[in-house]
Nanobody, 120 residues
Framework: QVQLVESGGGLVPTGGSLRLSCTAS????????KGWFRQAPGKEREFVAA????????MYADSVKGRFTISRENNKNIHYLQLNNLNPNDSAVYYC?????????????WGQGTQVTVSS
């Protein structure tokens, strides 16, 4: 079992930045690929970014490429999502995720979510 806890959400103006963190615990949590998804009201949950176990491989949704960066610190069991140049379309609940495989399709483990709201 892997437990995931997000932090770092909040309210920011258009053009602002946030950094989300996700702390993992549980057996072999550092051997999992990690990722981020988001869900806006009335919409399905969508993929945002993923990073391989080593951190050498990353992938992003087209809508966030060049603005968001995923990273991880395996010695701390944390992975991050840096969100830059935010716009109101980025407002959503952001969920961190973990899965044994990379890239991940349907993650095995989820965090509880953290709200990101971008004001216009």
């Amino acid at each position: 079992q892997v437990q995931l806890v997000e932090s770092g959400g909040g309210l920011v103006p258009t053009g602002g930045s946030l950094r989300l963190s996700c702390t993992a615990s549980g057996r072999a949590s550092n051997s999992y690929a990690k990722g981020w998804f988001r869900q806006a009201p009335g919409k399905e949950r969508e993929f945002v970014a993923a990073i391989s176990t080593s951190g050498l491989n990353t992938m992003y949704a087209d809508s966030v490429k060049g603005r968001f960066t995923i990273s991880r610190e395996n010695n701390k069991n944390i992975h991050y999502l840096q969100l830059n140049n935010l716009n109101p379309n980025d407002s959503a609940v952001y969920y961190c995720a973990a899965d044994p495989t990379y890239p991940m399709s349907t993650p095995s483990y989820w965090g509880q979510g953290t709200q990101v709201t971008v004001s216009s």
